[in-house]
T-cell receptor, first 114, second 112 residues
Framework: EAQVTQNPRYLITVTGKKLTVTCSQN?????MSWYRQDPGLGLRQIYYSMNVEVTDKGDVPEGYKVSRKEKRNFPLILESPSPNQTSLYFCASSPSGGKNSPLHFGNGTRLTVT | GENVEQHPSTLSVQEGDSAVIKCTYSDSASNYFPWYKQELGKGPQLIID?????GEKKDQRIAVTLNKTAKHFSLHITETQPEDSAVYFC???????????FGDGTTLTVKP
């Protein structure tokens, strides 16, 4: 089944403790992206990747890191999480971001930072 | 950068009625406008999209219209059903930019 898989689905952590949210897609998509969803603010783009070893900042990149060492994986790293990063996070992929194709989303990771 | 405004933020209709959600965008270079439906506990899922060389697109009970001059596009759902209840997002992007800008979402409730 074609899908985007995020792990974990739920995560509670404390301020300053490094964490990684994994994202994997099995559709051989070139483009991958991370979004955060907050009430009343819609989906805001954190980072995106047009292809392996190519990443770029979205609208809200502060406090996050990403890497794209292989095509299927695009982990989101919070080196020193803070409470304002408590949010619902979505990973998405598409065949080609450069040619504007639909995004396929994972089911989300709900992160709580205390 | 691009700015997308979506209205209304909440919409309640009776089953069988039509629902319309509107979005405006600011960047005239944007040329791809998808609509996503998000059900509780799931990620958004594409329901319909339109590109700037087309004015209208239909898929059964769902249609999207685009007015490039006014820079707005709308989602139309006819004969609504309770299973249409969800959060709907519009988005705008342009070729080779890599970025997608989303509206803030509309919570649609269809009352049986």
């Amino acid at each position: 089944e074609a899908q985007v898989t995020q792990n974990p689905r739920y995560l509670i952590t404390v301020t300053g403790k490094k964490l990684t949210v994994t994202c994997s897609q099995n559709m051989n998509h070139e483009y991958m992206s991370w979004y955060r969803q907050d009430p009343g603010l819609g989906l805001r783009q954190i980072y995106y990747s047009m292809n392996v070893e190519v990443t770029d900042k979205g609208d809200v990149p502060e406090g996050y890191k990403v890497s794209r060492k292989e095509k299927r994986n695009f982990p989101l790293i919070l080196e020193s999480p803070s409470p304002n990063q408590t949010s619902l996070y979505f990973c998405a992929s598409s065949p080609s971001g450069g040619k504007n194709s639909p995004l396929h989303f994972g089911n989300g990771t709900r992160l709580t930072v205390t | 950068g691009e700015n997308v405004e979506q209205h209304p933020s909440t919409l309640s209709v009776q089953e069988g009625d039509s629902a319309v959600i509107k979005c405006t965008y600011s960047d005239s270079a944007s040329n791809y406008f998808p609509w996503y439906k998000q059900e509780l506990g799931k990620g958004p899922q594409l329901i319909i999209d339109i590109r700037s060389n087309v004015g209208e697109k239909k898929d059964q009970r769902i249609a999207v219209t685009l007015n490039k001059t006014a820079k707005h596009f709308s989602l139309h759902i006819t004969e609504t059903q309770p299973e249409d209840s969800a959060v709907y997002f519009c988005a705008a992007s342009k070729n080779n930019a890599g970025k997608s800008t989303f509206g803030d979402g509309t919570t649609l409730t269809v009352k049986p």
